[in-house]
């Protein structure tokens, strides 16, 4: 079991992103999530985390399990679960808002996804397509050298 989750919030073709405060990946734009508390189940910690970063309450049955990032860098790897949520499109939320974690902020899906944006993580363009668009629960597999991105590569997750 990993310890983490990543929740990315869609309303439209818009993504709601923070901008982290904190380490790992401070100053640049990312979902939202956190770490699995004891006896939490990942599904669970993702509607905590979401709840407690953005005060938006997301119910069970309005978020999807899309799926497992993995990395490996020489010395260390880690692994994290995915969720999306997709809001209506008349949902109102007013941003950017300082946040305990950062700003939150809403993004255009294409702004996110550009070549040249430097301002989210490099995995995130990997994956991020893929997890909105296919239907599939994928694991995402990222190999780092020296904290950079070197290899990438997905597969389904067996059921």
Not at 71 to 83: A, F, H, Q, R, V
Not at 117 to 144: A, D, Q, R, T
Request: proline share 3%; charged share 30%; with cysteine.
């Amino acid at each position: 079991m990993y310890k983490h989750t990543l929740c990315f919030i869609k309303r439209n073709e818009e993504i709601l992103m923070l901008n982290r405060e904190y380490d790992p990946v401070k100053g640049l734009w990312n979902g939202v999530g956190g770490k699995i508390e004891k006896g939490e189940t990942p599904l669970e910690n993702a509607i905590r985390e979401i709840k407690e970063e953005t005060n938006i309450e997301v119910k069970h049955d309005q978020i999807q399990f899309k799926g497992i990032i993995k990395w490996e860098d020489s010395s260390y790897s880690g692994g994290m679960y995915i969720y999306l949520v997709e809001l209506l499109s008349e949902f109102t939320y007013q941003t950017p808002k300082k946040a305990s974690e950062g700003i939150l902020d809403w993004k255009e899906i294409s702004w996110i996804l550009s070549d040249y944006n430097y301002g989210v993580g490099e995995m995130i363009p990997k994956f991020l397509s893929k997890i909105l668009h296919n239907e599939l629960i994928l694991e995402h597999n990222f190999v780092l050298s020296n904290h950079k991105l070197i290899d990438y590569r997905n597969e389904e997750l067996a059921k």
